[in-house]
Structure formats: C-alpha cells, structure tokens
C-alpha cells in the first residue's frame, strides 16, 4: 500500500494568510497535534499546536510564525512502513505527502497508518509480512522465492519500494502464509538479505510491532 492510496481528504491545508486562531481551531476540529501549509501547492511545513498556543496574538497569519518540519514528508508512491518511519522519527500525527513535481497532495494521519497496517496484515488471511532491504542489483524475486519455497512457505504477494535512505537499495515487502518467520529470516540472512523489518503473530524478535509500540509512546493514541 503506497503513500497516496491513504490521503486524508477530509483534512485540507492551511494557508499562509489563515490566522494562528484559525491553525488552532482546526487542530481541535480534526483532533490532531499538527496541520500543514501551503502556498500556490508547495508545502511549506507544519503549523504546530506546541508552537502556536503559547503565541498572545492569535490573530496574527501564519506568515508571521516559524513553521516546522519544512523537510519531513514522503513521496506519493512510497510504502505505509515509510508514512510509519517519518511520524515516528519525528514524533508527528500527521506526514505531508507530495508529487515529482514537489506539490502538495495531502497529509497522512498516524490512525490512517494504524488502519493501513490492519488492513495489511488482514490481507489475504492468516500469515506474516517481511520486509528486506538490498542493493537494486542484488534483487532477484525467483532467487528469494526458491529459499522461501524450499521451507514449504508461499509468497502470497510482493511489493518493491525504493529506500528513501540510500537511492541504491530497495525495499521488498512479502506477504508469506506462515506465522513463523524463525527459519525464513535464518535461511535468508545465510545468504546475506537483510531484514529490516517483520510482522508476525506472536513473534520474539518483531520490528514491526516495536514500531507500533514506539507510536503509541511518542505520539500518546
């Protein structure tokens, strides 16, 4: 599930000329700590309830105050796990998402996330997610389905995203009919694929439920 498919289009953006009174009545309306803004579609950072409720002049426009997080926000085709990664590095609710074109499309809320990620892990029955990390050259889908085959495990769907951290690697998202990722993830790190991440029931090692739990401490859902 890409960053697009999850916009909120109930929550618009604010502008410049819109007043801190404003900004702070909206956050209260949509229940969030943050709102975006935006100028002739550009995005030009986060409206904060933190910054603007100490402010003694609520009148005054959103021109006239530091905004935030100028740099935070994920492209329209990346993966939910990086909507997930950018709120919880940067302890928002809210992630901007833009175009190539670097215009504003919309924001992602943290319970759009945690829907997203129901919605995933329900997908297609009972079973597991595993997310690797490597070099685009070393990809190769027939290669890593013959070592989860050879553990009578089937690949029910596979998803390629690039690494927004390194513009040489990618990520590859599966989806496996299993519950047990134990023997995968040994089998696969033997040959040097890297897991950065693994949705499972009842799992000892389990990033992804650590992310949750990181969620909900920083972000108080």
């Given at each position: 599930?890409?960053?697009?498919?999850?916009?909120?289009?109930?929550?618009?953006?604010?502008?410049?000329?819109?007043?801190?009174?404003?900004?702070?009545?909206?956050?209260?309306?949509?229940?969030?700590?943050?709102?975006?803004?935006?100028?002739?579609?550009?995005?030009?950072?986060?409206?904060?309830?933190?910054n603007l409720?100490?402010?003694?002049?609520?009148?005054q426009?959103?021109?006239?105050?530091?905004?935030?997080?100028?740099?935070?926000?994920?492209m329209?085709?990346?993966?939910?796990?990086?909507?997930?990664?950018?709120?919880?590095?940067?302890?928002?609710?809210?992630?901007?998402?833009?175009?190539?074109?670097?215009?504003?499309?919309?924001?992602?809320?943290?319970?759009?996330?945690?829907?997203?990620?129901?919605?995933?892990?329900?997908?297609?029955?009972?079973?597991?997610?595993?997310?690797l990390?490597?070099?685009?050259?070393d990809?190769?889908?027939?290669?890593?389905?013959?070592?989860?085959?050879?553990?009578?495990?089937?690949?029910?769907?596979?998803?390629?995203?690039?690494?927004e951290?390194?513009?040489?690697?990618?990520?590859l998202?599966?989806?496996?009919?299993?519950s047990?990722?134990?023997?995968?993830?040994?089998?696969?790190?033997?040959?040097?694929?890297?897991?950065?991440?693994?949705?499972?029931?009842?799992?000892?090692?389990?990033?992804?439920?650590?992310?949750?739990?990181?969620?909900?401490?920083?972000?108080?859902?």
């Amino acid at each position: 599930m890409i960053a697009e498919e999850l916009i909120n289009q109930m929550i618009p953006p604010l502008k410049l000329y819109d007043t801190v009174e404003k900004a702070l009545r909206w956050m209260d309306e949509f229940r969030v700590n943050e709102l975006p803004v935006s100028r002739n579609r550009k995005y030009m950072g986060l409206a904060t309830e933190t910054n603007l409720i100490e402010l003694p002049d609520r009148s005054q426009t959103l021109d006239q105050v530091t905004l935030e997080f100028q740099d935070v926000f994920v492209m329209h085709h990346q993966h939910f796990y990086d909507v997930m990664e950018a709120a919880i590095k940067n302890k928002i609710q809210v992630v901007p998402v833009l175009d190539e074109e670097q215009d504003y499309m919309g924001i992602i809320t943290i319970n759009d996330t945690l829907a997203a990620f129901g919605q995933m892990s329900a997908l297609q029955g009972q079973g597991s997610i595993l997310v690797l990390t490597m070099p685009e050259r070393d990809y190769s889908l027939g290669q890593i389905s013959r070592l989860i085959e050879e553990d009578n495990v089937k690949i029910l769907s596979a998803y390629v995203s690039p690494d927004e951290v390194d513009p040489y690697n990618i990520k590859l998202t599966l989806k496996l009919n299993t519950s047990d990722l134990t023997r995968i993830i040994a089998t696969l790190e033997r040959f040097e694929y890297r897991v950065t991440a693994q949705f499972q029931d009842g799992a000892k090692y389990d990033v992804g439920r650590d992310r949750l739990d990181m969620l909900f401490k920083y972000l108080d859902i």
